[in-house]
């Protein structure tokens, strides 16, 4: 019998948003400036979009946050016990803060917020025409984590120490690195895993120092589509550690082209193998690294070798929405891995959750999954 999870398993800490979708028309997405289909970062010219989307028919409102997207998909594959992830994240004392909080406890997620009122609940209005999603997010309090006033408390602290596998996406190392570095070196030190995701090619570019001083206390590290469609720089350096300054996601269509930045492989699997050699903290665990690829196989260490992992099958005409795969993968890789399965079983789990997900608007899910 594999060992079943058990309460507060998992610990994630993240950007927690709350979602909020509706379906509107033209003349909504041309008085605001936006396109059918994008993602976009909300300006003081979106402000008032907030207030106006909740007044359409039909909202629906969803924890989100790509963090706190990934643990409550690994409570959904899991089902019972309750609770079995932790999330913490900042928000605002405001409305949308206490639906966020009943929408967390409603996907059984353990969620203990640092509440401050300097900041709004960070927001992400999925904006629906047709078949097109446009995303605007407000990150506002996501950005107002504080180590001192949240983590640091004991009661806090405990439910990490109670934790034995801890998940961070890359977004967070530019609210609190600290925050990140404490929970993953007492991951280290404790011989529990840590995991990690790249997230977004400008975290690699423009985060590179805090990036590099957590990625030795990485046991698991994922990476979504853009790490095949871009190039890597790995330079023969005498500071090993510098290399990983050199783990660059650039998306070419934005950045100089390759020759103009020395890049010397675009090859994914050698990618894979050099992440999985820089150096780490705890020897007992081998570095494994995941890079997903969309439709295209899911590229894994696995030991010494790189692996290729199909995904599932899917009928394009079937595929409603790819926004929360990445999230939806991780969360499945996660529900497997805390309850102790082998690698290649987080991966099927992953993939099982990406092909739920992407069938669905936004990251949301049946009630049951069907999993074997």
Sequence with gaps: MMPTASENTLFGMGNPLLDISAVVDKD???KFGLKPNDQILAEDKHKALFDEIVKRSKVEYHAGGSTQNSVKIAQWMIQKP???????????????????????????????YYEQNEEPTGTCAACITGDNRSLVANLAAAN????????????????VEKAKVYYIAGFFLTVSPESILKVAKHASDNNKIFCMNLSAPFISQFFKEPLMKVMPYVDILFGNETVSETRHVFRPLEDRYSVCQHIVL???????????????TDDIAEIAKKTQNLPKDNAKRQRVVVFTQGKDDTVATVGERVTMFPVLDIDQNDIVDTNGAGDAFVGGFLSALVQEHALEECIRAGHYSANVIIRRVGCTFPEKPDFH
């Design 250 to 264: 650039i998306e070419m269509e934005t950045m100089p082209k390759s020759k103009e930045l020395g890049f010397e």
């Design 82 to 112: 309750h609770k079995v992830a932790t999330f913490f994240g900042c928000i605002g004392t405001d409305r949308f803060g206490e639906i966020l909080k009943k929408k967390a406890e409603e996907a059984h997620v353990d969620a203990h």
């Design 28 to 30: 909504f997405l041309d």
């Design 144 to 159: 107002c984590y504080k180590k001192e006033k949240h983590l640091d408390l004991d009661s806090n602290w405990e439910l």
